[in-house]
């Protein structure tokens, strides 16, 4: 199993490396070219059913007779003309994801620091709550903290919450436990010294 990248002993620093294949994007991008392709010319729609049809009576697959196909209708070629540019785009994006090694958390005793292709959040542990784990509206999961003070990014979509999505190699479960366990460390000098006033 996949464990934090780095751990420096001087800083205290440890990264996370996000869970990305680069052959996610590829594939998805030769998806949009496949789209693209059998969009701006009908023959490669025949050629990919003939093919389908070789392969699948190469497998048994025999039905009746010798199916006959005239290609796709200029409303077909439209729609998968418009399907393939969102292939394009998400291919695109996970390649340079992989490539890029976005996203990543990287901890330190201050805080943390949450880069994406997008943009970059922190916030220090004096700003946020404990992480807790909850469901999104797709069937994934995400470790929330609120923001609580002032030293943090603020995110003008998502409020007052710092937000870390399970894309990492590392269970998500873990990283949240090291998370507040780090988060701790750092408060417990500053709750020792407000209990001593």
């Given at each position: 199993?996949?464990r934090?990248?780095?751990?420096?002993?001087?800083?205290?620093?440890?990264?996370?490396?996000?869970?990305?294949?680069?052959?996610?994007?590829?594939?998805?991008?030769?998806?949009?070219?496949?789209?693209?392709?059998?969009s701006?010319?009908?023959?490669?729609?025949?050629?990919?059913?003939?093919?389908?049809?070789?392969?699948?009576?190469?497998?048994?697959?025999?039905?009746?007779?010798?199916?006959?196909?005239?290609?796709?209708?200029?409303?077909?070629?439209?729609?998968?003309?418009?399907?393939?540019?969102?292939?394009?785009?998400?291919?695109?994006?996970?390649?340079?994801?992989?490539?890029?090694?976005?996203?990543?958390?990287?901890?330190?005793?201050?805080?943390?620091?949450?880069?994406?292709?997008?943009?970059?959040?922190?916030?220090?542990?004096?700003?946020?709550?404990?992480?807790?784990?909850?469901?999104?509206?797709?069937?994934?999961?995400?470790?929330?903290a609120?923001?609580?003070?002032?030293?943090?990014?603020?995110?003008?979509?998502?409020?007052?919450?710092?937000?870390?999505?399970?894309a990492?190699?590392?269970?998500?479960?873990?990283?949240?436990?090291?998370?507040?366990?780090?988060?701790?460390?750092?408060?417990?000098?500053?709750?020792?010294?407000?209990?001593?006033?």
């Amino acid at each position: 199993m996949a464990r934090p990248i780095s751990s420096d002993t001087r800083s205290n620093e440890q990264s996370y490396l996000p869970l990305v294949s680069v052959w996610s994007g590829i594939g998805c991008i030769a998806v949009a070219i496949i789209l693209f392709g059998v969009s701006m010319n009908n023959s490669v729609a025949l050629w990919l059913f003939e093919l389908f049809y070789a392969v699948s009576m190469s497998l048994g697959h025999r039905g009746r007779g010798t199916p006959t196909w005239s290609g796709l209708s200029g409303e077909d070629q439209q729609v998968l003309l418009v399907l393939s540019f969102p292939f394009f785009v998400f291919g695109v994006l996970r390649l340079l994801q992989a490539i890029l090694g976005f996203p990543r958390v990287v901890v330190t005793n201050d805080g943390l620091v949450l880069k994406t292709i997008f943009r970059t959040k922190w916030a220090n542990w004096q700003s946020l709550t404990e992480f807790e784990i909850k469901r999104g509206w797709l069937p994934s999961r995400k470790a929330v903290a609120a923001v609580v003070g002032q030293t943090a990014m603020k995110s003008h979509c998502f409020g007052r919450r710092f937000t870390i999505h399970d894309a990492f190699s590392v269970p998500l479960d873990l990283v949240v436990t090291e998370l507040n366990a780090r988060r701790a460390q750092s408060r417990r000098p500053q709750d020792k010294a407000a209990a001593s006033e």
